[in-house]
Structures are given as structure tokens and as C-alpha cells.
């Protein structure tokens, strides 16, 4: 369907350095065309010293509705904000802005959703779970604060972070235990011997050949991995675990399930609650056509096939 831009035409951009290969522009706009929205987003190629004053002065324009924050952006946008949401407060990290009717911006995060959804849509198991996620970024904190905030009834029954840095782990997970009622706490080592699920939310193993961030051999049979990477999917961590029998998915999911959170916070209901039933369309869209049949019916992975 194609759409001829006016100037009714809502604008949401998409600030971040590099914007080459971004997949939200292609997504948003599908949707939009799909549901017909008179909206368009735009990837921005942002560096990260003008950020600030690209943010502030592109919402002069009336018709700039929104923005969808990339990397490495994301936590810079939070203290240009009017106001921000629990999730973006404690990880100190907002994926999303928008204008009020009263002019001011607010922003929140969804990264955490998104996982959630994902991992719920991948059959991968998470409330009452021991979790560990490798790394304690940006991406790493959005994920704990999701996993954390359902409590250990909702949510995971503990979370334990691992970091190469010293000390950035530890801060991560003081800050989530300080805010939510979940045991959350440093792992000394990346072990995932003893974890349900282990999530990598770091580029280490990206390449051919590379060490990885976990040494897969030692996961229980049982558990699953989740990769939120999506450059050069599957990764060799994924097959790794795959060929073990473990359920091991790719990052991909996590943006699908972020888009209804989008749309609703851009004030777009009814297409978010359409993309909530059905948003086979997206995925077909962006996953790598030899991953796209096997996401669109997600195989059971039964822990009596794990050698």
C-alpha cells in the first residue's frame, strides 16, 4: 500500500548513531500503511553531541509526534525528559518520547516488555525461574527491572547479572533490589550451571570463532537461552544451544512484541490492540527468511531431547 505524505502527515523519528540498519522505520511503517495512519517515521542519524539539542528543537515542528530512541541515545534522553516512567527511572534508559498536548515530553521503556513477550510467544519459561543475564548495560538493566517487577510470584525468582567490568553488575542489580521486591544480585561467575534461563544481553561471541559469552555445555538440560542480539542471527551462542536441544531464540521477537507498547503510547489503541492479536506481518518482515518459518510456529522443546 502506498502513502502519499501531506502535510497532515504525523511525523515519528528515530535519533541514533549508526541508523543504517534499523529495522523500527521499516516495521512503524508497515503498520501505519496497514491500519491507515496518516504517520511516517524516519530514521535520523544523530551523533551523540547533538542529541540534546536535536531532541529539544526537532519537537518544535507540530507535526513531530514522537520519537523511538536508539542507541547509544537511550539513556542520554531521560534528564531532557518533563517526565519519565518506572521502567526508564530505574534503568536510567528511555526507548520512547512523546509530546504531551501540554508541550512537555515524556518518555518511558519498553525493552523489558518486549523480552517478556518475547520469551512468552518462544514457549521459554520465567516466572518462579532462576535467571542469568550476561551483561549490565543499558539493555541488561530494562531486562532486569521487567523480570523483577512481577515480584517472585509474577516474575523471576531470582536475577543474577554478570558483567566483564568490575563493579557494574553489582551496581545493577543494588539499584533493582532497592525497587522491587525480587532477589536480585551479582554473579561472581558467568557459570550457567543452576539457571533456568540464561540471557545474553552482550556482543561477546558475535563473531565466527570468538569466545563466548557462556559455555553452553553447561546449562542444565532443561534450561533456554535467549539472545537479545540481532546482528548475524542465529549467533553462534544460539547454535550452540540449539544443538544441544536446548529452546535458544533470537532477539527479533523482542522488538515485535514492543510495538503495541509503542502504538498505545503514541496514542494509536485500536492498531495496537490489532498488532497484539496478529503481527505475523512484522515478522515476516524482518526476520532473515531462513529464521521466519521457524518463529511463525514456534517449535516445543521437550527437556528428553537434551543429550
Known amino acids: 500500500m502506498n502513502h502519499t505524505i501531506s502535510g497532515g502527515t504525523a511525523a515519528y523519528l528515530l535519533p ?10 521499516k516495521m512503524f511503517n508497515a503498520a501505519f500503511a496497514r491500519y491507515g495512519i496518516d504517520a511516517v517515521m524516519v530514521p535520523m542519524q544523530v551523533a551523540t553531541r547533538d542529541f540534546a539539542v536535536f531532541l529539544k528543537s526537532a519537537f518544535l515542528a507540530r507535526n513531530v509526534r514522537g520519537m523511538v530512541i536508539a542507541p547509544p541515545h537511550k539513556p542520554l534522553a531521560v534528564d531532557l525528559l518533563d517526565g519519565c516512567g518506572l521502567f526508564g527511572r530505574v534503568a536510567g534508559s528511555v526507548n520512547i518520547v512523546r509530546r504531551m498536548d501540554n508541550r512537555q515530553l515524556e ?11 518475547a520469551l512468552d510467544h518462544c514457549n521459554i519459561p520465567f516466572r518462579g525461574k532462576r535467571v542469568l543475564v550476561l551483561g549490565a548495560g543499558v539493555s541488561a538493566a530494562a531486562i532486569g527491572v521487567a523480570l523483577a ?29 532497592a525497587f522491587f521486591d525480587a532477589h536480585v544480585t551479582a554473579a561472581e561467575s558467568n557459570d550457567p550451571a543452576g539457571y533456568d534461563l540464561v540471557v545474553n544481553a552482550t556482543p561477546i561471541g558475535l563473531e565466527e570463532g570468538a569466545p563466548l559469552p557462556v559455555d553452553v555445555a553447561r546449562m542444565d538440560g532443561h534450561a533456554a537461552l535467549f539472545d537479545i542480539l540481532l546482528r548475524n542471527q542465529p549467533t553462534p551462542l544460539v547454535r550452540a544451544a540449539r544443538a544441544r536441544g536446548l529452546n535458544a531464540q533470537a532477539g527479533f521477537e523482542m522488538l515485535i512484541q514492543q510495538m503495541p507498547y509503542y502504538f498505545d503510547y503514541f ?3 485500536e492498531a495496537a490492540e490489532a498488532l497484539r492479536k496478529d503481527a505475523n506481518f512484522l515478522r ?4 532473515p527468511p ?11 522443546y521437550q527437556s528428553a531431547s537434551v543429550a
Not at 541514533?16 to 523500527?24: A, F, I, S, T
Not at 521503556?109 to 518486549?114: A, C, M, R, T, W
Not at 531462513?290 to 516445543?300: G, H, T
Open 149 to 177: 517487577e512481577g515480584g517472585t510470584v509474577n516474575g523471576a525468582e531470582s536475577i543474577a547479572f554478570h558483567d566483564t567490568s568490575p563493579g557494574k553488575a553489582a551496581g545493577v542489580a543494588a539499584k533493582l533490589d
Open 107 to 117: 518518555g518511558d521503556l519498553f525493552d523489558g516488555e518486549g523480552l517478556i513477550g
Open 267 to 269: 496514542g494509536h489503541a
Open 284 to 287: 515476516e518482515l524482518i526476520y
Open 290 to 300: 531462513a529464521m521466519a518459518a521457524e518463529i511463525l510456529a514456534p517449535l516445543r
Open 16 to 25: 541514533g548513531d549508526p541508523v543504517k540498519n534499523v529495522r523500527l522505520p
